[in-house]
């Protein structure tokens, strides 16, 4: 984690009204003082207590255009300290310019304001203490007085939900399988400076196990990305604290991460989950969503912290579940639906124009990885039951079920036969393309047709 001692977003004390300065003196000026030293240290014209965690009426402010490699011509003014200020005057005529801000490093949007304010405030010995501002120092002062207000500068932009104003911040992408292409091509079609890509390592992958690389460390390396696949968190620690990133996305990951990588970016970490959170916490919240016949699921922009899918909710959408659709259609189409809330989050995310709202723990359920175990059919289940077991174990593990095999001449007479899609009739199993292990796919009326052995009751 890096040394921070400016507060940034989405922290809380940036949207409280700070406290009335009541009290004037030593430990007040130590304050001011050190409000200087960090405004200073992070070349800013201006802060306000809340930036440094204080909750109190003090701001500082100081523009010395020598110091400023970027001068745009405006006049310096004096390292000034006021406590208690309040605009007591406008002027009519506003003027649009660049802002930015230390507690929303990297950004900087068009902000129009009036162009002269009149200020009343107090000085660090509670005297009384008129200004006249225009210019520069009317905008800063406006600007250091919204942050006693709990106001950003993102508040007054009008351009805030365009994600071409965040393109300088960098950002790490988390992901591996296929759910998490389309959020990895949408911040890329969007100009997001991606700085690096972590996924999991090489897997070795069917009957003849060979190492197979992620999904998406194959459009990484198409697109020219820098692909990190670490073997432990220790290693995810040290890639992150290398990349130096502003924010993380995280979509379908695999793995949990540590406090040190919440942590470190100063815009945290959000990610996608697929499902209306806090219901079907953990990693398979859409197989869960099939498996229990639910007719409606959705996706959650999330901010991750330590606890399982815990953090608070930037945005959530609710998504129909189609009828007889599979785990695999599923799964592709939350996919694009989450990569374009992504897009339309972001902005409100980065800009801190989101309100968090927490989860309610008491209605959260979780789910498990799925073993291949769990896809052979328990006969004594319903027809509905085993029809969407069949949905959401496809194509992975797939829904299996040992039938007898009068043909076989050996003891064991035992086939493993794959049912890859069926529907409910009557209470009944219709099993429409099936295939029996080491054979090819066929319908099911061909395969009944061609059955010499047992068939469950459920089936017949």
């Not at 759910?179 to 992958?205: H, R, Y």
């Not at 793995?255 to 970016?265: A, G, I, R, S, W």
């Not at 592709?332 to 927490?358: F, H």
């Amino acid at each position: 984690m890096r040394i921070q001692e400016i507060v940034t977003v989405p922290s809380l004390i940036l949207r409280k009204k700070a406290e009335k300065v009541t009290i004037f003196d030593v430990e007040l000026q130590n304050l001011a003082k050190k409000m200087v030293e960090m405004m200073r240290q992070y070349d800013g014209v201006g802060l306000a207590a809340p930036q440094i965690g204080i909750s109190k009426r003090i701001i500082v402010l100081e523009y010395d255009p020598q110091n400023d490699d970027k001068t745009r011509g405006d006049k310096p003014f004096p390292l000034t300290v006021l406590t208690n200020p309040t605009i007591t005057k406008y002027s009519k005529e506003q003027i649009a310019m660049a802002e930015g801000c230390l507690s929303l490093p990297g950004i900087e949007i068009d902000v129009k304001r009036p162009k002269e304010v009149n200020v009343a405030a107090q000085d660090l010995d509670g005297k009384p203490v008129k200004i006249r501002a225009k210019g520069l120092l009317a905008r800063v002062i406006q600007h250091e007085i919204d942050h006693l207000n709990g106001i950003l500068f993102t508040d007054h932009a009008k351009d805030v939900k365009n994600l071409k104003h965040y393109v300088d911040l960098r950002c790490i992408f988390m992901g591996t399988p296929d759910f998490a292409v389309p959020a990895l091509e949408a911040l890329l079609v969007n100009n997001v400076n991606i700085v690096g890509v972590i996924t999991e390592t090489d897997k070795p992958v069917g009957r003849k196990q060979e190492m197979t690389a992620p999904i998406v460390k194959t459009v990484a390396e198409d697109f020219g990305l820098p692909v990190h696949q670490p073997n432990n968190k220790l290693e995810v620690e040290e890639i992150v604290k290398e990349l130096q990133p502003d924010y993380i996305v995280v979509a379908a990951y695999g793995k949990m991460l540590t406090k040190n990588v919440l942590d470190f970016p100063d815009f945290g970490v959000i990610n996608i989950h697929p499902s209306m959170l806090p219901k079907y916490r953990g990693a398979t919240p859409m197989q869960n969503a099939i498996l229990n016949g639910d007719k409606k699921t959705g996706i959650t922009i999330m901010k991750l912290t330590e606890g399982m899918d815990e953090g608070p909710i930037v945005f959530q959408k609710q998504y129909e579940i189609f009828e007889n659709e599979n785990y695999e259609e599923l799964s592709q189409r939350l996919s694009i639906e989450g990569a374009r809330i992504l897009i339309q989050t972001l902005p409100m995310y980065l800009s801190n124009q989101w309100r968090p709202v927490e989860q309610d723990s008491e209605k959260a359920t979780y789910t498990k990885l799925t073993k291949k175990e769990d896809g052979e059919i328990n006969w004594e289940k319903s027809a509905e039951e085993i029809v969407n077991m069949i949905r959401a174990y496809y194509p992975w593990p797939k829904t299996t079920a040992w039938l007898t095999d009068n043909r076989q001449l050996t003891t064991d007479k035992k086939t493993r036969l794959i049912i890859h899609t069926a529907h409910v009739e009557n209470d009944k199993v219709v099993p429409e393309m099936v295939q029996l292990e080491g054979k090819n796919p066929t319908n099911w009326e061909d395969f009944r047709h061609g059955w010499q052995g047992e068939l469950p009751e459920i089936l017949k």
